[in-house]
T-cell receptor, first 114, second 112 residues
Framework: EDQVTQSPEALRLQEGESSSLNCSYTVSGLRGLFWYRQDPGKGPEFLFTLYSAGEEKEKERLKATLTKKESFLHITAPKPEDSATYLCAVQATGTTDSWGKFQFGAGTQVVVTP | ETGVTQTPRHLVMGMTNKKSLKCEQHLGHNAMYWYKQSAKKPLELMFVYNFKEQTENNSVPSRFSPECPNSSHLFLHLHTLQPEDSALYLC???????????FGPGTRLTVT
């Protein structure tokens, strides 16, 4: 059965204190891995898509990496505005008759204090 | 309007009421989705429409009924809900199923 597990559940950082979030997955075939940011009371905001092991994507203080079993979201020198819940989603490869489902992890809640 | 919009943003309904949630996407996408988000749980995919055809119904109770009249609009009709249906309902869209999804702000539903 496909599974997506994120750790830690919650992370409290001082401003400027770099850290990494983990998303481990079990899927028969990976079509893509997606990272989202969600602020309280809002819908998830798309950050990155990763398709193959070794791939990396960067955006401001965020960097996402992918291996065959997990992905990391590195937050470098975070600021208070980086406080949010970060969600990871995995899409399995589909067939010609059906599409690959998106499966989300439960998220990591990040709080960055000044 | 840009992106994905949802109305209403908040809804309180009794267990015997009938209501509808509306989603509209302004991104030119052809796939639309309904998700349920409960506290401390992963997003649960409810329904998928690809080119207006429902391609996924993730074992959702019949008290939830989706409707997709065209590729820009998606509705979720609600009737005789249960208190455990209280959650944030999110709509999303994507350009085909193979690409990232863009989410609306959600409707916070409370069933009393």
């Amino acid at each position: 059965e496909d599974q997506v597990t994120q750790s830690p559940e919650a992370l409290r950082l001082q401003e400027g204190e770099s850290s990494s979030l983990n998303c481990s997955y079990t899927v028969s075939g990976l079509r893509g891995l997606f990272w989202y940011r969600q602020d309280p009371g809002k819908g998830p905001e798309f950050l990155f898509t990763l398709y193959s092991a070794g791939e990396e994507k960067e955006k401001e203080r965020l960097k996402a990496t992918l291996t065959k079993k997990e992905s990391f979201l590195h937050i470098t020198a975070p600021k208070p505005e980086d406080s949010a819940t970060y969600l990871c989603a995995v899409q399995a490869t589909g067939t010609t008759d059906s599409w690959g489902k998106f499966q989300f992890g439960a998220g990591t809640q990040v709080v960055v204090t000044p | 309007e840009t992106g994905v919009t949802q109305t209403p943003r908040h809804l309180v309904m009794g267990m015997t009421n009938k209501k509808s949630l509306k989603c509209e996407q302004h991104l030119g996408h052809n796939a639309m989705y309904w998700y349920k988000q409960s506290a401390k749980k992963p997003l649960e995919l409810m329904f998928v429409y690809n080119f207006k055809e429902q391609t996924e119904n993730n074992s959702v109770p019949s008290r939830f009924s989706p409707e997709c009249p065209n590729s820009s609009h998606l509705f979720l009709h609600l009737h005789t809900l249960q208190p455990e249906d209280s959650a944030l309902y999110l709509c999303a869209s994507s350009q085909d199923w193979a690409y990232e999804q863009y989410f609306g702000p959600g409707t916070r539903l409370t069933v009393t």
